[in-house]
């Protein structure tokens, strides 16, 4: 590790010195091939009839020439391997000079050519006599913004020929006073020339630069006002010219392959597998592990035991792209251990405005089935008994006894399932008020509306005698589940652009989600205890809001000298964002099968859970992009602040028949006609709290972070990139009746990550290697003293205050071949070994009979590596024409863990764990992904196949000889199709159907040979209709 931190410092003071001389005597001749503004790769360019070059995907080549005459010859292969010689054309070469040589291919298979002659000693003395001026630029991709690195810049009568570095930007000195010509050109786009350039004498001119991609096929219109955010082309571009280790999903893919959700888009990618429907694991790792951030800035969970956002209630349709980052480079939080997911919102338009009308039809396999379910779920606990138990007062009097009898009824009603459905608005316009400022907006709202039913869920409990060492079956349970779920939100863009290079926008996002569930579940015990009947009747809100200003600004100091700070950019961001999960009145009660029949417990449950997590979030990163050895750099440094505080409020109340056995009430009654014999002053029913100080919770966590990031270009081919992140973070738990504050967890650690990208083959294969040292920090609860019960679980939970934070060193290597815009294939080998992983721990409450109790244990150590596989492949091999049509995409994880856990480190809980050696929990052997279908890139219409595929993997631990229990691999099999119905000039109407899991398979859990759950999730369909202007 000292070793790592050593070279890492070295790398960022010692600039590395380029190798090789230029030969002065003979001069060279560059060609730029181009078609439609795009470059053509591939085509032969014969030179003096004997040697031959080929255009790379830029179109682009150069050749060293003796100085003199000399003739180019271009061919190109068209249909068929069909030679078309396009263009003859004799230029001169200069010794020591380069001559530019410009082809544009016409639709008639003919060329035009310009050569661009090398200026003469003369003009080139007085172009670095005479008085300069500094052009500045950015190109990005139109629409989206992106940056685009290495694209070629040239200016017509100068010797200027650079390539902007990975930000997009360059900086070149031109002539002053002088009407300039600059073009463009980059193999993934359709080049641009932008006329009429005058910079004035020692002074900066900025200029932004749109590219569209070529691959795009796009109406004339569309071309003045291209919207391809979130594009493949664009994300796949953003892969490529990353300088870190990871995978890119766009708005395009959400859309073809029916995904609404951000959990449900996030299994397609490899390694990434989705635990509960909601929670991310990445590379076998768990959310303990991962970090999810909007925009740069970290979001609140909703979540009581949970510091990640549940994915499912993140809606795709506010998503421009996600960048599943998997390798660590100082620039993002060092909480890292399977990866971070940067999500990045949908922009407001540069260029031209829009509006967008979409209605959906939802239905799955229990719609229109009658089922059993509750009405009065999101009726909240009165008032009197959270304000009669605030300050943990106890709970105890007639009159509010009186009231909870009364205030909703808890009878089983029967229903029809009614289908579900959709409605989404959105639109956005941007104005240019002048030539240094424009003003946009952009507004999005969703509503929708599910209603589902699973009938055939079961649990079978095993519990293993320690004395008699045999496993004895406990009980059986079969479950009804009706749920009805409604879910809105949107989000509210108002930015403006201005002075060139400069941006501030400030985005609203807000989202509700609103889970109504009614379970009914049948309890067989096998021994001597009495079954039952149990209700359970649950209403839960979640709800998250971000308000965020971004800010982007390019600062030019006047001077014309290369100093370091007269060309600093500056992204900055602020964040107050807030969680809520209310859970305001569940309710819980059983009848018993008892001799006489079935007859009410006597007890009924009250749950009242209420969550608040509040963010606020700040960061500023300065870059300063230079050039070294002709080659773009940037030096980049940043500031982060984080503060998170979190209360919890947790309640339980029973209401009970005190007469036991005397009571005068009939207890085979139904639930509201009991309630009603009570409040006729039957029995001796009361209600009262039923709950301890320590259920409930305050915490708070602040961290601050600095770090430096460079990038070295050592030479075009070769980026090495080196980052070292400094954070100091405060975890402190307080008492929440006392508001004592308890010991706190406090780390402060230096975090080094180094990486190195080669790229080869014309730009079109690289290697990427990357090393790295990380924490992962204890969630405020798993640290404390006390001990509480999970909300969520049910189980009894021991904090242990003698947890440490566990670091995790990384390696990894990803090959990545990009096939074409839209097609690679890339191969990734990873390790990872951690020190002190913390692992959840479980045993049995023997006082208790079966009831389980939690903890949190450092292990002695664990390792975790594998393999990703990726492939996209359209069949235009086959055939140009159509095949193209037609792809195929897959990617693959093998990955494989150990952990090792001293029985003797918390003796409590771990000596009765069943194994102390095994794979991490959570963890998938394998992940398999595939995609085959029609997809046209020239009109989007689509139909598509995806299947997706998990390894068995470890949820609960077993404990004294129970085995570990494991959910089995569970196949999903989806079809979705996409089609343009109409499409004008100004409207686009497009009908979306898809229909997911098919194949019908069901979530098994088994421990051992034993099968303890299962349940079929079903099939569900959507019919979507969707309006463009």
Request: charged residues 25%; aromatic residues 12%.
């Amino acid at each position: 590790m000292k070793l790592l931190l050593k070279l890492l410092f070295i790398a960022l003071l010692i600039p590395l010195a380029a190798i090789g001389a230029e030969n002065r005597e003979a001069g060279t001749a560059t060609l730029y091939l181009l078609e439609q503004g795009k470059p053509v790769a591939g085509a032969e360019a014969i030179f003096d009839g004997s040697r031959t070059m080929v255009t790379d995907r830029d179109g682009w080549t150069r050749i060293r020439l003796v100085p003199g005459k000399h003739q180019v010859q271009i061919t190109v292969k068209g249909t068929g391997g069909r030679n078309t010689i396009y263009m003859k054309k004799p230029f001169e070469v200069k010794a020591g000079r380069d001559t530019k040589l410009i082809a544009l291919v016409r639709s008639d298979d003919n060329a035009t050519g310009t050569v661009r002659e090398p200026l003469s000693a003369t003009a080139k003395e007085a172009q670095k006599s005479g008085v300069k001026g500094v052009l500045l630029g950015k190109v990005v991709i139109s629409g989206s913004g992106r940056p685009i690195a290495g694209a070629h810049i040239f200016v017509k009568g100068t010797s200027i020929d650079t390539r902007t570095g990975a930000d997009g930007s360059f900086r070149v000195e031109v002539p002053a006073d002088t009407n300039l010509s600059l073009s463009v050109v980059h193999s993934a786009y359709s080049a641009s020339t932008i006329n009429n350039i005058v910079v004035k004498p020692k002074s900066k001119y900025f200029k932004k630069i749109e590219l569209t991609p070529a691959s795009m096929e796009l109406e004339e219109y569309v071309v003045l006002a291209p919207k391809i955010e979130g594009s493949i082309t664009a994300v796949i571009d953003e892969q490529k010219n990353s300088d870190t280790v990871g995978d890119v999903l766009g708005s395009e893919q959400f859309s073809k392959s029916g995904d609404s959700s951000v959990a449900s888009a996030l299994k397609r990618v490899s390694g990434i597998t989705i635990v509960g429907g909601k929670y991310v694991y990445v590379r076998g790792l768990g959310d303990r592990f991962s970090t999810v951030m909007f925009n740069g800035l970290h979001l609140p969970s909703p979540e009581p035991t949970k510091r990640v956002v549940p994915l499912d209630i993140f809606p795709t349709s506010i998503i421009k792209s996600m960048t599943i980052q998997k390798s660590f480079d100082g620039e993002i939080p060092a909480t890292f251990g399977g990866g971070t997911v940067l999500i990045e919102s949908k922009d407001i338009p540069k260029e031209g405005g829009f509006a967008k009308l979409s209605l959906e039809l939802i239905g799955n396999d229990s719609t229109g089935k009658k089922v059993s379910y509750n009405p009065d779920n999101s009726i909240a606990l009165p008032a009197a008994a959270i304000r009669g138990s605030d300050n943990f007062n106890y709970v105890n009097n007639d009159r509010l006894t009186q009231e909870m009898l009364q205030y909703r009824t808890l009878d089983r009603k029967e229903t029809t399932l009614p289908p579900g459905g959709k409605i989404g608005l959105s639109f956005g316009d941007s104005s240019e008020i002048n030539d240094k400022l424009s003003l946009g907006v952009s507004v999005s709202y969703f509503y929708k509306q599910t209603a589902d039913s699973v009938d055939d869920l079961e649990y079978h409990k095993y519990v293993y005698d320690i004395n008699s060492r045999e496993l004895f079956h406990d009980s059986d349970t079969k479950a009804q589940v009706t749920s009805f779920r409604t879910q809105q939100g949107g989000m509210f863009n108002i930015g403006a652009d201005y002075y060139g290079d400069n941006s501030l926008k400030y985005s609203y996002f807000a989202i509700e989600d609103n889970s109504d569930k009614s379970i009914f579940s049948s309890i067989d015990y096998l021994g001597d205890t009495e079954d039952r009947e149990k209700s359970y009747l649950e209403y839960v809100t979640k709800k998250v809001a971000t308000h965020q200003i971004i800010g982007h600004n390019h600062l030019l100091f006047k001077g014309i000298r290369w100093d370091y700070l007269d060309d600093l950019k500056i992204d900055w961001g602020l964040e107050h964002a807030e969680a809520d999960r209310d859970e305001p009145g569940t309710v819980e009660y059983n009848y018993l099968h008892q001799t006489s029949g079935l007859n009410w417990d006597q007890k009924s449950w009250y749950y009242y859970f209420i969550l608040k997590d509040i963010v606020d979030n700040y960061r500023v990163d300065l870059t300063l992009p230079y050039q070294f050895h002709d080659q773009k750099n940037y030096t980049k440094l940043g500031l982060f602040h984080y503060k998170k505080s979190r209360d919890f409020d947790s309640r339980r109340f029973k209401l009970s028949d005190r007469d036991a056995s005397q009571t005068t009430i009939k207890l085979s009654d139904d639930i509201d006609a009991i309630y009603q014999q009570g409040s006729a002053g039957k029995g001796d029913l009361q209600f009262e709290s039923a709950y301890i100080d320590s259920d409930s919770y305050k915490a708070e966590q602040e961290l601050n972070a600095l770090y430096l990031k460079q990038l070295y270009s050592i030479t075009h081919n070769v980026d090495l990139t080196v980052g070292v992140r400094f954070e100091d973070s405060t975890q402190q738990l307080f008492d929440a009746k006392t508001g004592k504050p308890f010991d706190p967890l406090e780390t402060s650690d230096i975090f080094p990550g180094l990486g190195v990208t080669w790229r080869f083959l014309e730009d079109k294969m690289q290697l990427r290697a990357a090393v790295a040292r990380t924490i992962s920090r204890p969630d405020f609860r798993e640290f404390s003293i006390n001990r509480y019960k999970d909300p969520i679980t049910e189980n009894i939970v021991f904090g242990n205050p003698d947890l440490k934070a566990t670091y995790i060193n990384h390696a990894d290597l990803k090959y990545e071949w990009y096939l074409s815009a839209d097609e690679l294939f890339s191969l990734a080998l990873f390790m990872k070994n951690f020190e002190n992983p913390i692992e959840t721990v479980v045993r049995k409450n023997d006082a208790q009979g079966n009831e389980m109790e939690q903890s949190y244990a450092n292990a002695k150590k664990a390792d975790s590596y594998g393999i990703e596989v990726d492939l996209r492949k359209r069949f235009g091999f086959i055939n140009e024409t159509y095949g193209s049509r037609y792809l195929f995409a897959m990617n693959y994880a093998w990955i494989q863990s150990n952990i090792q856990i001293d029985p003797d480190a918390y003796p409590y809980f771990t000596k009765r764990l069943t194994t102390h050696d095994r794979a991490m929990q959570g963890q998938s052997p394998y992940v398999v992904n595939l995609q085959f279908g029609y997809d046209n890139p020239d009109t989007g219409d689509s139909a598509m196949l995806l299947y997706n595929q998990i390894g068995e993997r470890i949820v609960s631990l077993g404990t004294d000889g129970n085995e570990d229990i494991y959910e089995q691999p569970f196949q999903k099999l989806d079809f979705t199709t996409k089609w343009r119905l109409y499409k004008s000039r100004r409207f686009t109407y497009s009908l979306l159907f898809k229909a997911q899991n098919l194949l019908d398979d069901s979530v098994d859990l088994k421990q051992g040979e034993k099968l303890t759950q299962t349940f079929k999730p079903g099939r569900s369909y959507a019919l979507k209709f969707s309006m463009k202007y």
